[in-house]
């Protein structure tokens, strides 16, 4: 098989390289993981198995992530909630309607994210070797720590891309192959054709702020999760908590030691081939068999509504919520949000990224403020709704109801869902502590943006 012939496709200015080999009944997005390229040096080494083998039953669709290989180059790496899109941008360009998204190690989350957000375009989820955060939490204790993360870093940075750092990086994902001189060869070329130091330690940095683990349980398409049972123990408990918190997916340990995907990538194939065919073959396909799907719901209103009221009259009342209603609107419309309801001088609106909804509610606060002289408060909260006629409801609307009513005037308040979410984004927060929210079990980290 040849290597494919590469195009792109835009999202906004951006340019992604992307490919397409096999013309099997069935699409299968890949997205790699790390910042390897999947072509040029892709092409002459043993990860070509990976996408001939994939080729061989499915139409598969390659591209190259922003920032790296040989799609536009960047100062830092996108964040999650662009990349994600992405992939829609990909798709689009190949004329991909529904397919199944392959998430390979830092790759799995644009996957995860991906499923849960757009499941009518999410056919399977197949995982490898990938994790939903980097950071150590109470209920997930193999995570990393940020004294630990920081050493690391500072350990690391002067080797980036000299020959030994690649060897020691080669040892640590693919030990089995670290001693073969010519796939040392190969794996240098291939990493100095992916991507850059600066590039790389964008990523880094992004990868161990990034957290979807609340995205899981709202993942609904059928998922295969993959592991090496020999690579780290670490790997272990990430592939297991992931399964444990997806519903219905299905976990396979294979053997091996081995975390690269082009180790032995038959062994991989052999198991995404199946369960994939198996979909295809019992028509579900494009069956779309949940009405829920992962969104960031927004609330907002006029603090001080009552005593604004009293002090300018009826009249003058209702020419200043026209003139708020239009300016939230024309907001919603600019950050591609959804108005749901409106009541009185408070809106509700649903977004399919947090970081727009953010950055919408904070422009809504301001124009409000600098344009009327009213105050406006905002909540937002990222969860699983259930869609009916195109609205979203559930337990997460009700979520973002009470993070809106803990808001003061002049603050956009969100839930640590939604701040864990837009790692990456420069979106900065201030901690605003544990809140009981009325009718919602738990106590709730708040936190208030401060810099969009």
């Given at each position: ?14 340019s992604?390289?992307y ?47 922003r ?16 990349r ?6 990909v ?13 390979f ?68 994902l ?15 070329t ?25 995205v ?17 123990d ?29 180790v ?29 799907v ?88 990222a969860?699983?709704c259930?869609v ?10 009700h979520i ?8 003061e ?12 979410l ?18 919602v ?12």
């Open positions: 098989m040849e290597a494919p012939d590469v195009r792109y496709a835009q999202n906004g200015d951006v992604l390289a490919g397409v080999v096999g013309d099997g009944p069935f699409d299968v997005v890949f997205v790699s993981g790390w910042v390897i390229t999947n072509f040029g040096p892709a092409w002459e080494g043993t990860s070509r198995q990976l996408y001939e083998g994939l080729a061989s039953f499915a139409r598969v669709i390659l591209f190259d992530k920032g790296t290989g040989l799609s536009d180059r960047s100062t830092d790496i996108a964040d999650l909630e662009t994600m899109d992405d992939i829609r941008a798709m689009d360009a190949a004329g991909s309607k529904r397919a199944a998204i392959l998430g190690s830092e790759g799995g989350s644009m996957a995860m994210l991906f499923a849960a957000t757009y499941p009518e375009r999410t056919a399977a989820t197949v995982l490898y070797g990938t994790f939903p955060t980097m950071r150590r939490a109470d209920d997930y204790p193999w995570g990393t720590t940020y004294e630990d993360f920081q050493e690391h870093v500072r350990t690391q940075d002067p080797r980036l891309f000299t020959p030994g750092w690649m060897d020691d990086y080669l040892r640590g693919a030990p089995s192959a670290a001693d073969d001189e010519a796939t040392r060869r190969w794996w240098r291939w990493v100095q054709a992916s991507s850059s130091p600066g590039a790389l330690r964008h990523l880094r940095t992004w990868n161990y702020d990034l957290d979807v683990r609340h899981l349980p709202a993942i609904r398409v059928p998922t295969l999760v993959l592991h090496r049972v020999d690579e780290e670490v790997v272990l408990d990430e592939a297991r908590y992931i399964a444990d918190h997806i519903p219905g997916a299905e976990l396979v340990e294979l053997p091996g030691i081995d975390h690269g995907w082009w032995n990538s038959p062994q991989i194939v052999a198991e995404i081939e199946p369960f994939l065919r198996g979909i295809w073959d019992r028509g579900e396909w494009d069956l779309v068999e949940s009405e829920q992962l969104a960031t719901v927004l609330f907002t209103d006029v603090a001080g509504s009552t005593v604004k009221l009293a002090e300018v009259g009826d009249r003058r009342w209702r020419e200043l919520l026209e003139q708020h209603h239009a300016l939230v609107r024309r907001q919603l419309a600019r950050f591609s949000g959804k108005e749901v309801d409106t009541a009185g001088d408070g809106f509700f609106a649903s977004f399919d990224g947090p970081a727009r909804a953010i950055r919408c509610a904070c422009a809504i606060r301001d124009g409000v403020r600098d344009q009327l002289g009213l105050d406006v408060r905002a909540g937002l909260h969860g699983e259930e009916v006629d195109g609205k979203v409801s559930g337990i997460a609307v973002g109801a009470r993070v809106a009513g803990a808001a005037a002049g603050e956009v308040l969100v839930s640590s869902t939604v701040r864990d837009v790692a990456g984004t420069g979106i900065a927060f201030d901690e605003r502590g544990e809140h009981e929210l009325k009718g079990p738990g106590t709730w980290k708040l936190f208030a943006v401060s810099q969009v």
